[in-house]
């Protein structure tokens, strides 16, 4: 199979590329968090994903709600699903032996994902609220897609402004790089875990919320964006959450790359194939590991 | 209570023989109710193998599962090799998958390994419908017709004695200890001298082969695979249900998993279809907080079991 590739090609795959790495970028910032904070990787990060498209699949269709204004309600709502996830189960395995919180949050996240498909059945969903394309410079730009990645900016922008600036923010990143000294400090550890796995699902709602615009949704949708979030973290580098924005526009471009060369149907063979690379060259990631 | 082998071997003796002569008395459901239950063993052993001595979690533990299954039936199909050296190879196809993940990941300590092995079954179920030309695609692969169930319920039965067979082996030998050391602290057992990495790359390929080889088994039997039947998530899911359920870590708990579950399963739960990934969910939740060790765990716990068992 021979391609010609022309300039415009190019800037598609570069522009499709940023696009869905603004997306990337947020969903795996959720999951670096709670893993930094907490050294917990959370298996039901892509089903708490789903769940916030869900959210804004019923707001969209049953009160007709613009589907851009309902991010904010499903990430307050996953919020609050974090925190009681946080709250009742996932502390009791902070501190055990990584197999323990592997296989809790696993499942949890079968259990998730065989709720969604009780109520919501199966089907494949869509928001059909905005389609189409500008054209700019012979390059498409998918105004659903564009919109999104505007959304996905501003609250992973306004995610660091908060984790950069606020006390409630340093208190995270303390508890990230020291739990015991931030014990010392008079930091609530217990009460920041609860906020992180709060903060970090809200973040995963709002990715699946946006997604919910772009395609189609349906229950079992989440267990490629924990993989793919893990996969954006290990790029950047784990416990390096700026690191997670590298990872996440590298992850958008080579999938796009990938799309222009090979096929979509193989778009996830190359995801993985970057994360068996990566782990074999530089496992520390791209930017290096966590900073201590 | 003393569990001496002068009471031990004679029974195991029973049971075996029973198993040997059941296909000649029983029904055809039970013969292959019986099929399924050595099949579980032999999956549940293996992962338990991995997952359970060295507390390395492969959430795609049915990845090789399905490329047993795919190599046996393309050998079987297209090559034209009997069923019981395609099961062979299927093990071995099964193994070399899991030397090209376990190589970059194991050398890692940390979840890699197991987030690797979460996106494996994906990976294998695209490779599979795209290259169509081999796998039949999403059409599937049809085997020549075949009536074997007998001989397959043997095999499959000599593969779960022998999977049981080699973690007892495992258990009781100091490449167990050592597996069990890197478990419990891989930074003391590094410090003790163990070579980790070819430690758990070892065990991560003998608990590849086993899935390999029945996945093949089953492909055989059963004449018609495709990539949504042999990659399912759910054998993954009730592989770790069952090892968790029975206790990890030990000789027993695998089998004792296996058939309680599979006999659970077909009795209670075939009623519930749709509610059932949310029980398997639940049990995991519960058995990871409440008993990490199992019934086996509990029952060694409480008899002063040996810890061999």
């Given at each position: 199979?021979?391609?010609?590739?022309?300039?415009?090609?190019?800037?598609?795959?570069?522009?499709?590329?940023?696009?869905?790495?603004?997306?990337?970028?947020?969903?795996?910032?959720?999951?670096?968090?709670?893993?930094?904070?907490?050294?917990?990787?959370?298996?039901?990060?892509?089903?708490?994903?789903?769940?916030?498209?869900?959210?804004?699949?019923?707001?969209?269709?049953?009160?007709?709600?613009?589907?851009?204004?309902?991010?904010?309600?499903?990430?307050?709502?996953?919020?609050?699903?974090?925190?009681?996830?946080?709250?009742?189960?996932?502390?009791?395995?902070?501190?055990?032996?990584?197999?323990?919180?592997?296989?809790?949050?696993?499942?949890?996240?079968?259990?998730?994902?065989?709720?969604?498909?009780?109520?919501?059945?199966?089907?494949?969903?869509?928001?059909?609220?905005?389609?189409?394309?500008?054209?700019?410079?012979?390059?498409?730009?998918?105004?659903?897609?564009?919109?999104?990645?505007?959304?996905?900016?501003?609250?992973?922008?306004?995610?660091?402004?908060?984790?950069?600036?606020?006390?409630?923010?340093?208190?995270?990143?303390?508890?990230?790089?020291?739990?015991?000294?931030?014990?010392?400090?008079?930091?609530?550890?217990?009460?920041?875990?609860?906020?992180?796995?709060?903060?970090?699902?809200?973040?995963?709602?709002?990715?699946?919320?946006?997604?919910?615009?772009?395609?189609?949704?349906?229950?079992?949708?989440?267990?490629?964006?924990?993989?793919?979030?893990?996969?954006?973290?290990?790029?950047?580098?784990?416990?390096?959450?700026?690191?997670?924005?590298?990872?996440?526009?590298?992850?958008?471009?080579?999938?796009?790359?990938?799309?222009?060369?090979?096929?979509?149907?193989?778009?996830?063979?190359?995801?993985?194939?970057?994360?068996?690379?990566?782990?074999?060259?530089?496992?520390?990631?791209?930017?290096?590991?966590?900073?201590? | 209570?003393?569990?001496?082998?002068?009471?031990?071997?004679?029974?195991?003796?029973?049971?075996?023989?029973?198993?040997?002569?059941?296909?000649?008395?029983?029904?055809?459901?039970?013969?292959?109710?019986?099929?399924?239950?050595?099949?579980?063993?032999?999956?549940?052993?293996?992962?338990?193998?991995i997952?359970?001595?060295?507390?390395?979690?492969?959430?795609?533990?049915?990845?090789?599962?399905?490329?047993?299954?795919?190599?046996?039936?393309?050998?079987?199909?297209?090559?034209?090799?009997?069923?019981?050296?395609?099961?062979?190879?299927?093990?071995?196809?099964?193994?070399?998958?899991a030397?090209?993940?376990g190589?970059?990941?194991l050398?890692?300590?940390?979840?890699?390994?197991?987030?690797?092995?979460?996106?494996?079954?994906?990976?294998?179920?695209?490779?599979?419908?795209?290259?169509?030309?081999?796998?039949?695609?999403?059409?599937?692969?049809?085997?020549?017709?075949?009536?074997?169930?007998?001989?397959?319920?043997?095999?499959?039965?000599?593969?779960?004695?022998?999977?049981?067979?080699?973690?007892?082996?495992?258990?009781?030998?100091?490449?167990?200890?050592?597996?069990?050391?890197?478990?419990?602290?891989?930074?003391?057992?590094?410090?003790?001298?163990?070579?980790?990495?070819?430690?758990k790359l070892a065990a991560f390929l003998?608990s590849a082969?086993?899935?390999?080889?029945?996945?093949?088994?089953?492909?055989?039997?059963?004449?018609?695979?495709?990539?949504?039947?042999?990659?399912?998530?759910?054998?993954?899911?009730?592989?770790?249900?069952?090892?968790?359920?029975?206790?990890?870590?030990?000789?027993?708990?695998?089998?004792?998993?296996?058939?309680?579950?599979?006999?659970?399963?077909?009795?209670?739960?075939?009623?519930?279809?749709?509610?059932?990934?949310?029980?398997?969910?639940?049990?995991?939740?519960?058995?990871?907080?409440?008993?990490?060790?199992?019934?086996?765990?509990?029952?060694?716990?409480?008899?002063?079991?040996?810890?061999?068992?």
């Amino acid at each position: 199979m021979s391609v010609v590739v022309t300039p415009e090609m190019i800037g598609q795959v570069v522009i499709s590329g940023i696009l869905s790495g603004a997306l990337y970028a947020m969903v795996a910032l959720g999951l670096a968090l709670i893993f930094g904070v907490m050294r917990v990787i959370n298996i039901a990060h892509g089903p708490l994903l789903m769940l916030g498209a869900y959210v804004t699949f019923f707001l969209y269709s049953r009160t007709g709600m613009n589907p851009f204004l309902t991010v904010p309600l499903a990430m307050a709502a996953l919020f609050v699903v974090g925190v009681l996830l946080q709250r009742t189960l996932v502390f009791r395995v902070v501190d055990a032996p990584e197999l323990s919180s592997l296989l809790l949050t696993f499942g949890i996240s079968i259990a998730l994902v065989n709720v969604a498909q009780n109520l919501f059945t199966s089907d494949l969903r869509a928001v059909e609220y905005i389609t189409g394309s500008w054209s700019v410079g012979g390059v498409a730009l998918s105004k659903p897609r564009f919109i999104a990645f505007v959304f996905a900016l501003a609250v992973t922008g306004a995610a660091f402004l908060f984790l950069k600036t606020t006390r409630l923010g340093k208190a995270i990143r303390a508890t990230s790089q020291s739990r015991e000294v931030a014990l010392v400090c008079g930091i609530d550890v217990g009460r920041i875990h609860m906020l992180t796995f709060g903060l970090a699902s809200a973040l995963a709602a709002g990715g699946g919320a946006l997604l919910a615009v772009i395609v189609a949704i349906q229950p079992e949708m989440g267990g490629v964006w924990t993989f793919k979030s893990f996969l954006v973290i290990v790029l950047g580098g784990a416990g390096n959450y700026p690191g997670a924005l590298l990872g996440g526009l590298l992850l958008g471009l080579v999938e796009q790359l990938a799309s222009l060369f090979l096929t979509t149907q193989l778009s996830e063979v190359v995801a993985y194939v970057l994360l068996v690379l990566v782990l074999l060259v530089r496992p520390t990631g791209l930017l290096g590991g966590r900073q201590t | 209570m003393r569990l001496s082998p002068a009471v031990v071997l004679p029974a195991l003796a029973v049971v075996l023989a029973a198993l040997v002569l059941y296909p000649f008395v029983g029904t055809g459901y039970g013969v292959r109710a019986m099929l399924q239950i050595f099949m579980w063993i032999a999956l549940a052993g293996s992962w338990n193998l991995i997952s359970g001595l060295t507390g390395y979690v492969s959430f795609g533990h049915v990845a090789f599962f399905g490329a047993g299954a795919y190599t046996g039936a393309i050998l079987v199909a297209s090559a034209g090799w009997s069923w019981p050296v395609a099961a062979l190879a299927g093990g071995i196809a099964a193994a070399l998958l899991a030397l090209f993940i376990g190589y970059p990941c194991l050398r890692l300590k940390g979840p890699y390994f197991a987030i690797a092995m979460l996106g494996l079954n994906e990976v294998l179920r695209a490779l599979v419908s795209y290259f169509e030309g081999l796998t039949g695609g999403g059409n599937g692969l049809s085997l020549p017709t075949l009536d074997a169930t007998r001989a397959i319920y043997y095999v499959m039965g000599v593969l779960a004695v022998a999977v049981t067979a080699m973690t007892y082996a495992i258990i009781t030998s100091r490449f167990g200890l050592r597996l069990m050391t890197i478990r419990e602290d891989e930074i003391a057992a590094e410090a003790m001298g163990i070579d980790t990495f070819h430690h758990k790359l070892a065990a991560f390929l003998l608990s590849a082969v086993g899935p390999g080889i029945a996945g093949a088994l089953t492909a055989r039997d059963q004449g018609y695979i495709e990539p949504l039947s042999v990659f399912p998530l759910a054998i993954t899911v009730t592989m770790i249900v069952m090892v968790l359920f029975g206790g990890k870590g030990t000789v027993w708990g695998p089998v004792l998993g296996a058939a309680a579950l599979f006999v659970i399963q077909e009795i209670v739960w075939a009623r519930y279809p749709y509610v059932h990934p949310l029980l398997f969910g639940a049990i995991i939740v519960a058995v990871v907080l409440l008993m990490p060790r199992g019934v086996l765990g509990l029952l060694q716990l409480k008899y002063r079991l040996p810890r061999t068992i």
